[in-house]
């Protein structure tokens, strides 16, 4: 009762579906056994099945029920997840917007403007990825150029892959892979051909972007941001698999 009373139930509707996974009951004996006043069942029974978690047999009496307790448990785990993202991306503003107020660098928002500051975002990448970075890398990617900076990204690339992280890249058509990435496991580096335009960027766990404003002219480099924001991250994620189908293996 106290599980599906964290996932948003309230304290007697906790106690009928907790009756109710288990088996399928009358009115009068799920009162009895969820320990919920009579003049109450009727409205919290309306309640679950207003919100799909429970049904009505047709015969006499009718008997309630839950057609399907995954379905029921996933529900109610994308909700909590919907609200408890909604809530991080709250308090993540409220840190942003008081950062900048006194003047402070913020984790949640960072932006560069200056080839330096690019070097140390890009490197938030490679060391806070715990499970998976999905990178598109754009016609306009210049591997050989800025060695000194790109060598230093790609050892973190290498620590990461080590440490169990899986890399997914979107690389143009004619672009050769640095050596070091070339010598990394392809069950952990795995790397498609497509030519695009689409923004630079990286997608870390699904939760945090990389955006990096390049073009033909390395001269008009026109900075970098990293954001920590899930629907942010869910939309260019959904973009990356499209172009991920869409790629040369």
Known sequence: MKQLQHFGLSH???KALGVLLREQCTVRTLSRKAGIPPGKVYSVLHSLRQRGFTAETDGRPKMAYVPDADAVITKLIAEK?????????????????????HGQQTPFFQMGTTIEENKAIQLRTF??????????????????????SKSIWEREIQKAVSRGVLFRAVYPSSVVLPYILQQLPSGRFCVRRLDTDFI??????KKKVLLKL?????IAFG???FLENERFARNLQAVFEQLWEQAKK
Do not use: F, W
């Open 12 to 14: 007697y509707e906790s």
């Open 214 to 218: 390049v073009h033909h002219d390395q």
């Open 81 to 101: 997840q919907r609200q408890d993202e909604s809530l991080y991306a709250h308090l993540r503003l409220v840190a942003a917007e008081v950062a900048v107020t």
């Open 127 to 148: 060391t806070e990825a715990n499970h998976e970075v999905c990178q598109i890398m754009n016609v306009h990617h210049k591997p050989a150029s800025n060695r000194g």
């Open 200 to 205: 630079r960027c990286d997608i870390i766990d």
């Open 223 to 225: 900075g970098v941001i």
